[in-house]
T-cell receptor, first 112, second 117 residues
Framework: TQLLEQSPQFLSIQEGENLTVYCNSSSVFSSLQWYRQEPGEGPVLLVTVVTGGEVKKLKRLTFQFGDARKDSSLHITAAQPGDTGLYLC????????????FGTGTRLQVTL | KAGVTQTPRYLIKTRGQQVTLSCSPI?????VSWYQQTPGQGLQFLFE???????NKGNFPGRFSGRQFSNSRSEMNVSTLELGDSALYLCASSSWDRGYVGNSPLHFGNGTRLTVT
């Protein structure tokens, strides 16, 4: 059972466009992480958010944790081909940093 | 600092056989966890080891087992392989022991791609 649903599942956009990826759950998580995975590689952590309502910015990427800590969003401004990859959200529970529940994934392709 | 190393990168096995996958964590990391990634189910947590003890376990059958050695290296074993076990198996290490998780992220290896025929 997938507890974290991501939308959209696939996204193909042109360089310079903005986009938002959503991560929704009916469960409360104590932390929410976003990863990016490229073909043939493992996921790489982008950010961890732990406080409801928290917003973190990483250059052109903005991450938000919902007030109720059940949902999150990732916004990319002026997408670049280097942003191409599989974006995964992952929820963590209190007392463990390793047992994460991963989302269904959003595959992003940015073309010139 | 070297990253998480998983061996082998690719493996082809036949139904009914068993397989052992290896993971060397980042130096100093005592937590090693294993995940299975498939197109249908995504990334699913298998188990976590910390200081040679299994600390957390996911919802996988007993055919999936693991262990951790005193140098924190870990192995994962799958017995009586089934076609559905074909997947990318990812290992991740962390320095997390307790407390705030934000300072101890998971570092993933590049995985072992297992194909069961």
């Amino acid at each position: 059972t997938q507890l974290l649903e991501q939308s959209p599942q696939f996204l193909s956009i042109q360089e310079g466009e903005n986009l938002t990826v959503y991560c929704n759950s009916s469960s409360v998580f104590s932390s929410l992480q976003w990863y990016r995975q490229e073909p043939g590689e493992g996921p790489v952590l982008l950010v961890t958010v732990v406080t409801g309502g928290e917003v973190k910015k990483l250059k052109r990427l903005t991450f938000q944790f919902g007030d109720a800590r059940k949902d999150s969003s990732l916004h990319i401004t002026a997408a670049q081909p280097g942003d191409t990859g599989l974006y995964l959200c992952a929820g963590g529970r209190a007392g463990t940093a390793s047992k994460l529940t991963f989302g269904t994934g959003t595959r992003l392709q940015v073309t010139l | 600092k070297a990253g998480v190393t998983q061996t082998p990168r690719y493996l082809i096995k036949t139904r009914g056989q068993q397989v052992t996958l290896s993971c060397s964590p980042i130096s100093g990391h005592r937590s090693v966890s294993w995940y299975q990634q498939t197109p249908g189910q995504g990334l699913q947590f298998l188990f976590e080891y910390f200081s040679e003890t299994q600390r957390n376990k996911g919802n996988f059958p007993g055919r999936f087992s693991g262990r951790q050695f005193s140098n924190s290296r870990s192995e994962m074993n799958v017995s009586t392989l089934e076609l559905g076990d074909s997947a990318l198996y990812l290992c991740a290490s962390s320095s997390w022991d307790r407390g705030y998780v934000g300072n101890s992220p998971l570092h993933f290896g590049n995985g072992t791609r297992l194909t069961v025929t």
